[in-house]
Nanobody, 121 residues
Framework: QVQLVESGGASVQPGGSLRLSCAAS????????MGWYRQAPGKQRELVATITSGGSTNYADSVKGRFTISRDNAKNMVYLRMNSLKPDDTAVYYCNARRWGAGYVVTSDYWGQGTQVTVSS
């Protein structure tokens, strides 16, 4: 079992920056991928960024060039650096961790409780 705790959410003005952090309860080396998802009011949860155990990253088109995902295996942490924030980035941001088996079938799927990011002038 893996527990995830997010932090770093805040209210910022458009154009501002934030860094979200996700602390995992155990070693993240055994996890195939970790990522950040977000859910805005009235909308479905959507992928923001993912990073595999090998360091490969993937980003939603809407955040490419503005957000950077990274991980620190020694500290069991995953981060999301968000620059040039826009009002459309307003959402609850969730940390996710996954393991998968053959054929990339997800065998374990863990979620944090979320952290609120509000971008408004």
């Amino acid at each position: 079992q893996v527990q995830l705790v997010e932090s770093g959410g805040a209210s910022v003005q458009p154009g501002g920056s934030l860094r979200l952090s996700c602390a995992a309860s155990g070693s993240i080396l055994s996890l195939n991928a970790m990522g950040w998802y977000r859910q805005a009011p009235g909308k479905q949860r959507e992928l923001v960024a993912t990073i595999t155990s090998g360091g490969s990253t993937n980003y939603a088109d809407s955040v490419k060039g503005r957000f950077t995902i990274s991980r620190d295996n020694a500290k069991n942490m995953v981060y999301l650096r968000m620059n040039s924030l826009k009002p459309d980035d307003t959402a609850v941001y969730y940390c996710n961790a996954r393991r998968w088996g053959a054929g990339y079938v997800v065998t374990s799927d863990y979620w944090g409780q979320g952290t609120q990011v509000t971008v408004s002038s």
